[in-house]
């Protein structure tokens, strides 16, 4: 009864991880689920910020929530997946008849924007003249060529704007299951910090009690489901460079993030008892991967 009263108590963090989320360990959603229609990098959609309908072009996805490139130096982070309308995905809309640096003119309603293409996506361009308060994604067709860019010039703005190095890290299950029974890495949610899990909580500003577990302790408070365990909650989203949920069979493979060192956390279930992992990764451009059994997890004993 001890265990099974463990599990319950990572069970009721439901109540407060993400919209679309259900717990660090339901074995039913653990992290934000994409649904039909989401989003992925690169992908050009249009939805609403501050009541304005704006494009923007997706850099990241979390699931149910993502961050857009709106414009020049201007991030939208973790704006909701369900309020997006995908216009372009990734790698379609076929090459632009501008480039990067070239002088353009578009009409918007009464006023006239003239301003420099910073990128282009497809069959959209990012354009920026600041002079008319106007910086963010059209349609290249909306818009009139003024001048050509020269050569040297293109070059110093593609620079500028080049995308980072990215790494994709792809979870692999190293549990030997009989047909029939879970996986234990299998559909669970899996959040890549920028720290491991105790430091997040504590930047989160989650505190246990002295000689507690943190963990324990954040299990007690949400099965009491307190406002300390939405803190912790939200420590653990605040912290994340991206998250994913693995299938049936616990695999998985992350979005894109730039490399460098991350914690890799989440909690299945390993023969009855919580089984959490708080593995550092060191992940290279390109693709990497991580190998999750009960010899790099920690069980969780109540």
Known sequence: MKYARSVAICLALSTVLLPGAASFTDSSAAVPIPQAGGVSPGDIVETNMNYQPVTGEVLRSYGNLADLNLGQNNVGRYLEVQYMKVVQKAGTGGPSNYGVGDTVRRSNGSIVITGRILKTNGAYCEIDSSGSGFTGWSKCAEMKL???ARP????AIAAADAPPRTAVLTIVPGFTTQPG???PVGNHGFYLLKDNAEIAFAKGGFRAPQGT???NAMNSECEKKTADCK???ASIIADSATAVKTDADGKATMPPVPPGVYYL???GKYEGKPLMWNLKVQ???GTNSVTLDQRNGTLIEH
């Open 231 to 233: 803190t912790a909650v």
């Open 213 to 215: 577990p943190i963990l």
């Open 152 to 155: 040297e010039a293109a070059a």
């Open 283 to 285: 992940i290279k451009a």
């Open 265 to 267: 956390f989440g909690i």
């Open 181 to 183: 029974v879970p996986n």
């Open 146 to 148: 003024i001048a050509k």
